[in-house]
């Protein structure tokens, strides 16, 4: 069974600043795309941003300009850089790889942000 490991989840001040870290198998780090999505109470999970294997990255409206995803083949870990963080980012933050062409996705067991003052 895949594992996709989360980490990096926390309270943090509206505005601040804090970075997400998956660590995928070398296996599936190296042929997946990479994505991050999130799911807060009552409402949908929704993609926040993902990166190709050759690192080409899109980011939903909200969070365009904020956060930056990111990729390191040494780690085999993607990562989420969050800043300027609003209450609205409070979600259980999920780490997904995917490979849409032969139908397989991998999920975390997600992590949770919550920012408040």
């Known amino acids: 069974q895949v594992q996709l490991v989360e980490s990096g989840g926390t309270l943090v001040q509206p505005g601040g600043s804090l970075r997400l870290s998956c660590a995928a198998p070398?296996?599936?780090?190296?042929?997946?795309?990479m994505a991050w999505h999130r799911q807060a109470p009552g409402r949908q999970r929704e993609l926040v941003a993902s990166?190709?294997?050759?690192?080409?990255?899109d980011y939903s409206d909200s969070v365009k300009g904020r956060f930056t995803i990111s990729r390191d083949y040494a780690n085999n870990s993607a990562y989420l850089h969050m800043n300027s963080v609003e209450p609205e980012d409070t979600a259980v933050y999920y780490c997904?790889?995917?490979?849409?062409?032969?139908?397989?996705?991998?999920w975390g067991q997600g992590t949770q942000v919550t920012v408040s003052s």
């Open positions: 990166i190709t294997v050759d690192g080409s990255t």
């Open positions: 997904n790889a995917n490979r849409p062409f032969y139908g397989r996705s991998y």
């Open positions: 070398r296996s599936i780090f190296l042929l997946y795309d």
